[in-house]
């Protein structure tokens, strides 16, 4: 998933066009962006939009995200949606690889009293909206064979030290955040799952925006959650690799191939190793994931 667009679960309207929008995945939100005395009515109107959404063809996969453990409202998010049938949940405010486990033992639950089938949603979990969670991101392998990626945020956390910013006034982020989000990278690749890159909150500056798509591409991530529909074009060509970049990944693995046992091998004066081969097979997977 390159896009992962972030709609209010209380708005139909929203949500309804949230399925043109092009993103790979939509987040459907039961979290921040609802008020404490509108949650009940955004589980109902975010489960009536999946159990219909969901048969729509070629449609983006459905996440929700749900309220974190500490909130005591977790249950009752996932007595709703699960009803639903979404592709995943969204588990924020994550501490580390046991909390996911809870998650995936809440999940299990509600699969087999509505009668899904076992460990057919997903979890992508936000790693360091915590300071807590900073210090455990390296636990959240084989914590769920649902867990299909990690990803981070700034503003939870940024509240919970207490700082006043986040970002600089480029709007770089500080050290702190870049601690988080190489941690949240680290974090993923030890667990094997998708790194998705967190929100660009500034979304009218498009030169922002898509310098920190290619940054995070850069750095190893994969994709990158959205806060509006106009983000989702430039998150998409940024993260999707060019013609040029599978055609090199091609000859790579291909030389590799036909030099089967060696270490390394030569391209147009050039010098490949394992490494090498391994970051080709990575992005030809992400190829044949994306359906191309």
Not at 2 to 16: A, M, Q, T, V
Not at 114 to 132: F, S
């Amino acid at each position: 998933m390159r896009s992962l667009l972030f709609i209010p679960g209380d708005s139909p309207r929203k949500l309804e066009k949230g399925i043109g929008s092009g993103a790979d995945a939509l987040l459907l939100d039961l979290e921040d962006s609802i008020a404490p005395e509108t949650k009940a009515q955004a589980r109902a109107t975010t489960t009536a939009f999946l159990k219909e959404a969901r048969t729509a063809k070629d449609r983006p996969r459905l996440y929700v995200r749900i309220n974190g453990l500490a909130t005591g409202l977790t249950d009752d998010d996932l007595d709703a949606v699960v009803t639903g049938h979404p592709d995943g949940i969204m588990f924020p405010k994550a501490e580390g690889g046991a909390a996911v486990t809870h998650c995936d033992a809440k999940i299990t639950a509600r699969e087999a009293i509505h009668g899904l089938p076992d460990g057919g949603l997903d979890i992508i979990a936000i790693a360091t909206e915590t300071a807590p969670a900073l210090f455990l991101a390296g636990t959240y392998k084989g914590s769920s064979k649902r867990l299909k990626g990690l990803t981070w945020g700034a503003e939870d956390l940024s509240v919970e030290l207490g700082a006043e910013a986040n970002r600089d006034r480029d709007g770089n982020f500080l050290d702190p955040y870049r601690l988080a989000r190489s941690l949240c990278l680290a974090g993923a690749a030890a667990a094997q799952v998708q790194a998705i890159d967190t929100v660009y909150i500034d979304f009218r500056n498009e030169a922002g925006f898509r310098r920190e798509c290619e940054e995070a591409r850069r750095d190893g991530f994969t994709g990158k959650m959205l806060i509006h529909p106009a983000q989702v074009a430039i998150c998409n060509e940024v993260f999707t690799p060019t013609a040029e970049a599978i055609k090199k990944a091609e000859s790579v693995v291909a030389a590799f191939a036909a030099n089967p046992g060696a270490g390394t091998v030569g391209i147009g004066g050039v010098m490949f190793d394992r490494p090498h081969l391994e970051r080709a097979n990575q992005l030809l997977a992400r190829v044949k994931g994306a359906g191309r």
